[in-house]
């Protein structure tokens, strides 16, 4: 995906503002349906000692692959754990920033290196105050050292072809807030975007007007004001009364757009659940995680989440139940199939990469079955039925050999127990569902529970039974469907910590 030279102006412009679990794709595509005119990617990245992502940092990024994704038509920032840091796409590449957070000018460039042909601009976090950012010096932390501000920026304007902002929070007094942005401005950035707040201010305090419209009469490049959805910003023409307000060339909105991202229609708000609707097409076709359109959808519906729809979305634990909750059943059905058959095309346009594993498989027993969460009770699953039972059988415990298909990222696992291999003949999301179907075929074929809903475990005192070996080849309970199994190259995942948007 590449751009052309052209800059981004931030001159007059509506701007989705970077939010944390916020600004994934289908935000921003709706976003701009609905006027925007620039998006902010989300402000992600990690908590100290755990793998939840709150901002795009530079560390995260330098560990991420470019991979295109012909099957959903995106360009996807791949981390080494294959979780998706940033997804992008066509519609959107002449107008989004990409933002991140780091400390260390080299290091910024580096990541700046590996998008910069599939963003339209580039934005340092220099605002945010929470600590898993300020602790590694970044965010808000970078505005106590205005040498590394200005050597990260100066560093940026120099090494790309885009353009390069920073997003800021005002100092304790005027006359510093003054001093920093005259230092930014040299460094030659393209605009600077102004929360309109102190480091330790929060919401619930009022935006300093006053302090954003000082540092607009000051400085020549656009100035972009933030902070006003609290006090402010409640319908569109909300949003010129802001800018007037602080005398800002341009403005950025947050929760505002987040609470009903029509905001930015001219014509006055939409009906929340026509805007939800549209989300969750967007989220849909964008195969985006349930977990963070559950999130974003329940920020829309706020104080609604006691009503029925609420409750329903509430208990959702699947992109199909939440589609379903808003009247989209029969629309996920038909976009899934239509993505699966994308999916099989490429498949059949790359016979290369399709074929058996390199590994032998003889003996493998297999079965074309799928792990439904909802047919387990919570905290039931057919791996821990598995285990559980090897160690009432005194068998070692199941050993799971994953691989990843690079033409579509999807998983297969093997199981072994007791020497002999089981494995499902259907690919899987994620690593953990393509295990959880392989500990299905091995109980299954040995006629053992699995942990569903309702099932009977007569045969819990099953002795272990090894199977006969087909001295022929595997044997298979149904044929492999074409194109399920691939030749090369296969990725081994390691037994790291797995994402926690992919848990139960």
Known sequence: MILNNLSLCYQNKLILAPMVRVGTLPMRLLALDYGADIVYCECRGIKPRALSMLELIDLKMLQCKRVVNEVLSTVDFVAPDDRVVFRTCAKEQNRVVFQMGTSDAERALAVVRLVENDVAGIDVNMGCPKEYSTKGGMGAALLSDPDKIEKILGTLVRGTRRPVTCKIRILPSLEDTLSLVKRIERTGVA??????????????????????????????????????????????LDIENFRQATGASSVMVARAAMWNPSIFLKDGLRPLEEVMQKY???????????????????????????????????????????????????????????????????????????????????????????????????????????????????????????????????????????????????????????????????????????????????SHKRKWEAPAQDPGGPRTQKPVPPGELCKKPFSTLDNGEESPLEGW
């Open 280 to 458: 969750i097409r967007y989220a849909v076709q964008y195969d985006n995680h349930y977990t963070n359109t559950k999130y974003c959808l329940c920020q829309m519906l706020r104080e609604q989440l006691e009503s029925p729809q609420g409750r329903l979305l509430h208990a959702a634990q699947s992109s199909q139940e939440i589609c379903e909750a808003f009247g989209l059943g029969t629309f996920y059905k038909e976009t899934t199939q239509e993505i699966d058959a994308r999916r099989v095309e490429l498949l059949a346009k790359t016979p290369e990469e399709v074929g058996e594993p390199a590994e032998d498989t003889s003996g493998v027993i297999k079965m074309a079955v799928k792990f439904d969460r909802r047919a387990y009770p919570p905290q039931i699953t057919p791996k821990m039925c598995l285990l559980e039972w090897c160690r009432r059988e005194k068998l070692a415990q199941p050993v799971y050999e994953t691989v990843q298909r690079p033409v579509d990222r999807l998983f297969c696992s093997v199981v072994t127990i007791a020497e002999q291999k089981y494995q499902s003949t259907l690919w899987d999301k994620s690593k953990k569902l393509a295990e959880q179907t392989a500990a299905i075929v091995c109980l299954r074929s040995q006629g053992l529970p699995e942990g569903q809903l309702g099932e009977e475990s007569p």
């Open 191 to 236: 605009a600077i975007a102004v929360h309109g707040r102190k480091h330790e201010e929060r919401p619930q305090h009022p935006v300093h007007c006053e302090v954003i419209k000082a540092i607009a009469g000051t400085l020549s490049i656009p100035v972009i004001a933030n902070g006003g959805s609290h006090d402010h910003i409640q319908q569109h």
